[in-house]
């Protein structure tokens, strides 16, 4: 087994694990916001599925997960769930670039935007699969303020939060990036929550 598969497969049970934790703490949020997917709903990351239970069955349900490890879990969720499903182990960027211009009314992203390699790319290509007026729906976690101590730990610890939690940096401005994108963010709240170097949050909807 090679040091990438390790890898995954403790992301694998790190996530299970502490899933039903962090799920906890964030379930009124996603109760909220996840009713907002309609039509045609694309999940970058779907990871082992904790957002499938909060979503309606009456969807189409589009999901990447490249790590193959997650997906026992992950269809787990999908037989309990009980709507239409399609999952291919692909990264981010490669589901985004096998849809077709304004294909999809939903775009959801739940802690993956801090992982992808070009996360500026990924943004692009969400807008751009997103038909005018589509939603991005999004919980991430994000940078701390510009100068705070959290921040220069959240650069410290970036390292070893790349290695153990697949390519994750706390310090991304993501909600900088998303509105670069051409997003706007007016239905995105940002929040705390006691984790750490990963306490910053946002959570909401973001409309092309």
Known sequence: MGLRAVREKLLTQIMVKGGPRYESLVRP?????LQRAKGVVLEIGAGAGPNLRYLQNDIRY???EPNIHMHPYL?????GWGGIAEVAPLSAEELLASRSAASVDTVISS???CSVPDQEAVLRQMHRVLRPGGELLLLEHVAAPTGSSLRICQHFVSPLFRCLAD???PHRDTLAAIRA???STEGVEQF???LGPISPHICGFAVK
């Open 29 to 33: 949020r996603k109760q909220a916001l």
């Open 181 to 183: 994108a051409g997003f």
């Open 75 to 79: 269809q787990e969720e999908i037989d």
């Open 167 to 169: 390519g994750c940096r």
């Open 192 to 194: 705390r929550m006691a």
């Open 111 to 113: 802690l993956v935007l």
């Open 62 to 64: 589009l999901a990447c």
